[in-house]
T-cell receptor, first 114, second 114 residues
Framework: KAGVTQTPRYLIKTRGQQVTLSCSPISGHRSVSWYQQTPGQGLQFLFEYFSETQRNKGNFPGRFSGRQFSNSRSEMNVSTLELGDSALYLC?????????????FGPGTRLTVL | AQKVTQAQTEISVVEKEDVTLDCVYETRDTTYYLFWYKQPPSGELVFLIRRNSFDEQNEISGRYSWNFQKSTSSFNFTITASQVVDSAVYFCALNTGGGNKLTFGTGTQLKVEL
């Protein structure tokens, strides 16, 4: 079974631009979560989608948004990029949306904001 | 609020040594799940183990073993006879609420040298 895939793997943007990251979950998985990883803040939860609905949201500004499609693929968008948004963005999928489920992570998208 | 503490920022060992990575968690929930993930230089988080709060049985998987103690709120991870391929950052994580939100520790960088 193929793992979680994320595209693109690397991105370079400038301040003020917006960016869209994509995540394809493991086949059959219906929950997709996004995390941001930075050297200063570590791994932080952004949001989770299940059946095209946002179920949980972390403590991030409204510039961070996401959505999930009927095939469970998910996208996250960051508008008006700031230097501090430079990070590794990790997507994780699980079969269900409960805390008993194990999340499997993709390779991440490394975003650099100049 | 929940919290995960990994006090060891970096550990260096020589190959074949045993090493223990510490994880201490805080939560008021009586039902929760604990996880360990490995992050090699490639960036992808690799799932290692999941433990629920009502199962304190220790687990062994090959060279890996986990010691879960509710009395001390700890979930420690031991690698026996470490190998160079074990070099990575190891994260402990906690899931308490509904959904798939993981709270991560800051990670422990393990370096195994020849």
């Amino acid at each position: 079974k193929a793992g979680v895939t994320q595209t693109p793997r690397y991105l370079i943007k400038t301040r003020g631009q917006q960016v869209t990251l994509s995540c394809s979950p493991i086949s059959g998985h219906r929950s997709v979560s996004w995390y941001q990883q930075t050297p200063g803040q570590g791994l932080q939860f952004l949001f989770e989608y299940f059946s095209e609905t946002q179920r949980n949201k972390g403590n991030f500004p409204g510039r961070f948004s996401g959505r999930q499609f009927s095939n469970s693929r998910s996208e996250m968008n960051v508008s008006t990029l700031e230097l501090g948004d430079s990070a590794l963005y990790l997507c994780a999928s699980s079969y269900l949306a409960g805390r008993t489920d194990t999340q499997y992570f993709g390779p991440g998208t490394r975003l650099t904001v100049l | 609020a929940q919290k995960v503490t990994q006090a060891q920022t970096e550990i260096s060992v020589v190959e074949k040594e045993d090493v223990t990575l510490d994880c201490v968690y805080e939560t008021r929930d009586t039902t929760y799940y604990l996880f360990w993930y490995k992050q090699p230089p490639s960036g992808e988080l690799v799932f290692l183990i999941r433990r629920n709060s009502f199962d304190e049985q220790n687990e062994i998987s090959g060279r890996y073993s986990w010691n879960f103690q509710k009395s001390t709120s700890s979930f420690n991870f031991t690698i026996t006879a470490s190998q160079v391929v074990d070099s990575a950052v190891y994260f402990c994580a906690l899931n308490t609420g509904g959904g798939n939100k993981l709270t991560f520790g800051t990670g422990t960088q393990l370096k195994v040298e020849l």
